[in-house]
């Protein structure tokens, strides 16, 4: 049977529609849940997961890029059979170190709340941590289909995923409510695991019925296949890397919880203020910066087996032409997104989190421009791994890891600055890291970007956006006099002002247009009027 795969573009338009999915139910569970339960509450939970962000980037982050790299390659030059021996030999491994990791965090889940300077995470700490073991299986099943260049298993495994979480981690936190705050951030981190667990059981779904595809019809002799060691040893060459590189950015992550969290606490914030802003900045503002990484994220996915794939064929046009590409959808995508939420910061959060103080729209404000960089140092790390450079994004991210605390930990402890600190140091970092990841990228490549096109014609409609939003709103909330009314009107001014902008100084393409949701229908409309090439 012939292995059924998928375009670049659909392949990263197909993660794309399911990552948007996924953050909508998210955003639909996480704001509501914010409002009902506080922002102590929700800086308890943020510290457990990022405590298990970390852990899962050890366990599960880069044997999937792997998986997908090497079961592209083998499925290029007809080894079909060896792809699915390389998946078994990386599911018993990163499962086994999943299962490891569990255990260690699960026993010293006390020790890891006092380090991070907020004991009271403990419990959601401890309800988390199954999902460590768990992932790390969903994972290697994810680069697994990743690899055949078929994204469909893993988009419905992350919504099926995304929606036992929200629905177990909503019911469970208003269950834990009377008992106390930290009670109630255990049951919400609890539906994380309950929801890896139903993507888990979606996954198996689709393997079941793939394993005849890879029934090897040229008849390889067992003593002519690679043996599980060699296997096991290319894994670990591609993935040690990866995950160094992979882990910088959770490990930036916990550098704010305890950066954060002890530097409030010596600029003379009680702990629990302190728990309430570190809530503010990293689960309410973060969560809307975390929202354009659905395009990224998928784009990356889609990405890396893609050009491993052009590699493997020494299309080196082709490698270049894919990565001009994703350089300028991550444009296209983060810096709209990070100037509307910097103009409208404090509307927007004022919209959703009602309940809480200004320093949350000064947080919001300060923290996002972070999505240009953020976006960019995401597509600009795939690029890098799909050429077989992953040592390279590891060391400028850790550079940038090294600013981004030097920043924080200078600025936090100043009262009138506190965590607009960290937010400018995560700015700091994260701008580092892809300036100087798109610098080896030019050097290796050797090919010179389209400057005008993929970031002057995006920056020009940003802009016109930025002055549509400003207005807009302003005016619209003397006449409306009401902050919602007056921010959904901005906003959706705003964004139809920078696609028609956009389109007219010809700063998209189709094949950009088409990774958008109805833009295959609507590039076409566009196409015939001229407006389009």
């Known amino acids: 049977m012939e292995i059924q795969k998928q375009s670049f573009i659909k392949g990263a338009a197909i993660l794309a529609a399911a990552g948007l999915i996924t953050k909508i139910i998210g955003a639909i569970y996480r704001i509501p849940l914010g409002r009902i339960v506080g922002s102590e509450v929700m800086g308890y939970s943020q510290t457990g997961y990022e405590v298990y962000v970390w852990a899962l980037t050890i366990s599960a982050y880069a044997i999937p890029i792997a998986i997908s790299k090497l079961v592209s390659e083998k499925i290029e030059t007809g080894r079909k059979e060896e792809a699915h021996r390389i998946f078994k030999v990386a599911l018993l491994f990163t499962s086994s170190i999943g299962l490891l990791l569990s255990l260690i965090m699960f026993r010293y889940a006390d020790v890891v709340a006092s380090l991070f300077r907020n004991p009271g995470a403990y419990l959601a700490i401890v309800c988390i941590v199954p999902s460590i073991f768990i992932f790390s299986i969903t994972g290697t099943l994810r680069g697994y289909f990743q690899g055949m260049q078929n994204m469909i298993p893993s988009a419905l495994?992350?919504?099926?995923?995304?929606?036992?979480?929200?629905?177990?981690?909503?019911?469970?936190?208003?269950?834990?409510?009377?008992?106390?705050?930290?009670?109630?951030?255990?049951?919400?981190?609890?539906?994380?695991?309950?929801?890896?667990?139903?993507?888990?059981?979606?996954?198996?779904?689709?393997?079941?019925?793939?394993?005849?595809?890879?029934?090897?019809?040229?008849?390889?002799?067992?003593?002519?296949?690679?043996?599980?060691?060699?296997?096991?040893?290319?894994?670990?060459?591609?993935?040690?890397?990866?995950?160094?590189?992979?882990?910088?950015?959770?490990?930036?992550?916990?550098?704010?919880?305890?950066?954060?969290?002890?530097?409030?606490?010596?600029?003379?914030?009680?702990?629990?203020?302190?728990?309430?802003?570190?809530?503010?900045?990293?689960?309410?503002?973060?969560?809307?910066?975390?929202?354009?990484?659905?395009?990224?994220i998928s784009l990356a996915a889609s990405l890396v087996p893609a050009i491993a794939e052009s590699m493997a064929k020494k299309d080196y046009v082709g490698v270049a032409k894919k990565s001009e590409l994703s350089i300028r959808v991550s444009l296209i995508v983060g810096l709209p997104a990070a100037m509307g939420l910097f103009i409208l910061a404090d509307p927007i959060m004022s919209m959703m989190y009602p309940e809480e103080t200004k320093t949350l729209g000064i947080a919001m404000a300060y923290l996002s421009p972070a999505i240009i960089f953020l976006t960019l140092v995401q597509t600009l790390t795939a690029i890098l791994q799909g050429m077989g450079k992953e040592r390279i994004p590891v060391i400028n991210l850790f550079i940038g890891a090294v600013v981004k605390i030097i920043v924080s930990y200078t600025l936090t402890s100043i009262p009138y600055i506190n965590v607009r600190g960290a937010a400018l140091g995560t700015v700091a970092g994260y701008s580092v890291a892809a300036a100087l990841n798109m610098i080896y990228i030019i050097k290796y490549q050797g090919y010179g970007l389209n400057y005008i096109k993929a970031f002057f014609k995006p920056a020009a409609a940003t802009l016109a956006m930025m002055v549509a939003a400003y207005l807009t709103y302003n005016t619209s909330i003397k006449l409306l006099e009401s902050n919602s009314l007056a921010t959904l009107l901005s906003i959706i001014i705003a964004a139809s002002i920078y696609g028609v902008v956009l389109i007219l100084i010809r700063g998209i393409s189709i094949e950009e247009l088409q990774m958008a949701p109805g833009g295959g229908r609507l590039s076409s409309i566009l196409k015939k009027k001229g407006l389009l090439k």
């Open 157 to 296: 495994s992350q919504i099926t995923e995304q929606l036992g979480r929200v629905v177990f981690g909503f019911v469970l936190a208003l269950m834990f409510l009377p008992y106390g705050n930290q009670q109630t951030a255990g049951g919400a981190n609890a539906g994380t695991a309950i929801g890896g667990a139903i993507s888990v059981v979606t996954l198996i779904y689709f393997y079941r019925k793939s394993r005849n595809q890879f029934r090897d019809t040229e008849g390889i002799v067992k003593r002519d296949r690679e043996s599980t060691f060699g296997i096991l040893k290319k894994i670990l060459i591609i993935s040690i890397p990866i995950t160094i590189g992979g882990s910088m950015m959770p490990i930036m992550n916990l550098l704010d919880t305890f950066i954060v969290m002890d530097r409030l606490l010596a600029a003379g914030y009680s702990s629990e203020t302190a728990v309430s802003m570190y809530g503010q900045l990293k689960a309410m503002a973060g969560s809307f910066v975390n929202l354009p990484q659905v395009l990224t």
